[in-house]
């Protein structure tokens, strides 16, 4: 869909007109209040936000690889970029939510990222994780993963715990629900443990070693694409083919605490004919994937398909995606309504020009309404898509115009907000009392009598396994190191064993008497 002509304008004025006096009479009569969204109609779907263009202005000045929606409206954006609307801001930005650059956060980010930036991860604290080729950010030692406090500054404190970080790049990276945060890439290790192109951090950046030791011989090639199921389950997507040791081609799902899912990986286990670059779970535990692949586990499904939550094909949906896409797609995004969003290089799905972007309807079909409203679409390749809560939908790549408007590397979309289902209440569970320490400890007892100069060993543990503590109070007749008695001169030595309690049994306390000849 090209701009509109000279005599159509004023017909789109009135109707912007109309629109404000909408939001204005609902305002006046309480329904709305000034900050609140005012959500377009779904027959917008698609269209571009002009406004967000407009103050994005000259855009980014090289690629985005990555963006992701903070819940206050602002966007943060990862790429290849070194400026935003003229506002240097290294491989990473942050904009409003009306699209202008946040100045304070660029400035906050000093020189920035010392190379790409791959992925982008908003924690619900507000902290931005990135992941990328980069070994600094403004000058902290951050192996390929960093994080920056809310105002764009490095968090130093995580980039410490990650300590030599990542010996290759980070291509993908995603918080759980806890605050642990899933990396994927071409690495094998992680501050010096092995994690063969999957890790988990902890939420302070200290690797998570049980997760590690877990994948064992991890995956034998890189991943592109992480999510994270609501059992806690992860699934992977990439160039690999063994999930340690297993044959997984090209997808795969761990356990929560990092074994293979054997269940899942034996019904995929004919695997895909390319290469999936993009995962989206359903609110059914269902799994979309994207990316040049044209069959999954036998079934025609052409750059685009979906799993059952046991990893078999929905074949129902492969059958409604007919001839599929014609080009790669590099990025989706799963909306609350069932809706997929689409991205990538593709110029037509099943037939129907639409390039580089697409939504399709829950079973598969195309949404005819929203590529009608893109128009001619990207004028480039899409690499990374986003939804904001109100439904608007970002796009970033390395694309200059969107249905032949000015909108350099960065676009949003209309979009209506879905209502989210109201959660049950959990009840808050009755606390159990914790039980008091009850029985006792016993030690093997120190020598009743030693001769002067002679040594001792005393016991490094209670018989019930606590560990103990010695000390003495007659320095002058004995001494103790540890848990080694030596003595210095006839007298009576007082010793004192302490150990805490163990296993329900309460701690030990004890003084013995020792008769030094």
């Known amino acids: 869909m ?58 980014f000045n090289g690629n985005v690889w990555s963006v992701a929606a903070q819940t206050d409206g602002k966007v943060v954006v990862g790429g290849s970029f070194t400026a935003v609307n003229g506002v240097t801001s290294n491989r990473i930005a942050r904009l409003n939510a009306d699209g202008t650059v946040d100045a304070a956060f660029s400035a906050n980010l000093g020189t920035g990222p010392d190379n790409d930036v791959l992925s982008v991860a908003v924690q619900t604290d507000g902290k931005i994780v990135l ?25 130093s404190s995580f980039s410490a715990n990650t300590g030599s970080g990542f010996d290759f790049d980070v291509r993908t990276v995603t918080i759980q629900p806890d ?23 902890n939420s302070n950046g200290t690797v998570d070693t049980a997760f590690s030791a877990n994948t064992g011989g991890g995956l034998n090639d890189k991943v ?34 990092g074994t293979p899912d054997t ?33 999954v586990n036998g079934t025609v499904s052409s750059r685009i398909a979906r799993l059952n939550s046991d990893g078999t094909v929905d074949a129902n949906f492969s059958s409604n995606l007919g001839t599929g896409f ?15 969003v689409v991205a990538g290089t593709f110029t037509k799905f099943n037939g129907v020009p639409g390039k580089s972007v697409a939504r399709l309807l829950p079973d598969g079909r195309l949404d005819t ?17 986003a939804l904001q809560a109100d439904g608007n939908i970002l796009a970033g790549g390395a694309f200059g115009l969107f249905n032949e408007t000015s909108s350099n590397k960065l676009a949003r979309l209309r979009g209506t907000a879905v209502p989210q289902p109201t959660p049950t209440p959990t009840p808050t569970p009755t606390p159990t009392p914790t039980p008091k320490p009850v029985g006792k400890q016993s030690v093997k007892k120190p020598p009743a009598k030693l001769k002067k100069g002679k040594r001792a060993q005393l016991a490094k543990r209670t018989r019930q396994g606590a560990k103990l503590k010695w000390k003495t109070t007659t320095k002058k007749v004995c001494v103790v190191k540890k848990t080694t008695l030596r003595t210095k001169q006839k007298g009576t030595c007082v010793v004192r064993a302490k150990a805490p309690a163990v296993g329900g049994i309460k701690a030990f306390s004890k003084k013995y008497l020792i008769k030094v000849k």
């Open 2 to 59: 090209s701009q509109p002509s000279l005599h159509t304008r004023p017909l789109e004025a009135l109707r912007r007109a109309v629109s404000v006096c909408v939001v204005a009479a609902l305002f006046m009569a309480g329904l709305v209040t000034l900050g609140s969204a005012v959500h377009a109609d779904p027959g917008s779907d698609g269209t571009l936000d002009t406004t967000f263009s407009t103050n994005l202005g000259g855009g």
């Open 131 to 155: 992941g990328g080729w980069f070994t600094a950010v403004n000058g902290t030692l951050s192996a390929r993963i960093a994080r920056l406090n809310t105002d764009g500054t490095v968090d």
């Open 179 to 201: 605050g642990k945060i899933v990396v994927g890439g071409a690495f094998n290790a992680v501050n010096g443990t092995t994690s063969i192109r999957i890790a988990r951090l």
């Open 224 to 257: 592109e694409a992480v999510a994270v199921q609501a059992d806690g389950k992860i699934l992977v997507a990439g160039y690999l083919f063994t999930i340690n040791g297993i044959p997984s081609k090209h997808i795969a799902r761990f356990n929560a605490n």
């Open 263 to 295: 269940a899942f990986a034996a019904n995929s286990a004919i695997g895909l004919t390319g290469i999936p670059f993009a995962l989206g779970i359903q609110s059914d535990a269902k799994v979309v994937l994207g990316g040049n692949f044209t069959n």
């Open 326 to 340: 014609d080009g790669s797609v590099y990025a989706l995004a799963v909306q609350a309504d069932g809706k997929v």
């Open 369 to 385: 309404a929203f590529s009608t409203n893109t128009g001619t679409g990207f004028s480039g390749p899409v690499r990374a898509l």
